[in-house]
């Protein structure tokens, strides 16, 4: 059994920035792809990012060159370094995990909820508008 839980979400001024973690608990997390999803009130979970076990990183397009999606194996900690806050990203923002990454996996499996297996609890990221 794995367990994700998320910190760091907070209010932000636009233009701010903020670091989420995700900590890890249970199975061996350095083979884990892992994700970092998104949703507002009335609208579906969206992909933001992804880190595959190779650290290949994949982002939706309105995040590039503002989100950053590390992590650190020895910690068993995802993050994502979020720069130039603004407005609509304002969300909660959720970590997710797919165990036994696999070098098959297409592209797009990365981008969709489907893939992965263990979610956390969320945490809420707010910048005024």
């Known amino acids: 059994q794995v367990q994700l839980v998320e910190s760091g979400g907070g209010l932000v001024q636009a233009g701010g920035s903020l670091r989420l973690s995700c900590a890890a608990s249970?199975?061996?997390?350095?083979?884990?792809?892992m994700g970092w999803f998104r949703q507002t009130p009335g609208q579906e979970r969206e992909f933001v990012a992804a880190?595959?076990?190779?650290?290949?990183?994949y982002y939706v397009n309105s995040v590039k060159a503002r989100f950053i999606i590390p992590r650190d194996n020895a910690k068993k900690t995802l993050y994502l370094q979020i720069n130039s806050l603004k407005p609509e990203d304002t969300a909660i923002y959720y970590c997710?995990?797919?165990?036994?990454?696999?070098?098959?996996?297409?592209?797009?499996?990365?981008?969709?909820?489907?893939?992965?297996?263990?979610w956390g609890q969320g945490t809420q990221v707010t910048v005024p508008s």
């Open positions: 249970g199975r061996t997390f350095s083979r884990f792809a």
């Open positions: 997710a995990a797919k165990g036994e990454d696999n070098p098959s996996y297409s592209l797009s499996s990365y981008y969709s909820r489907t893939t992965y297996e263990y």
């Open positions: 880190i595959r076990r190779s650290s290949s990183t």
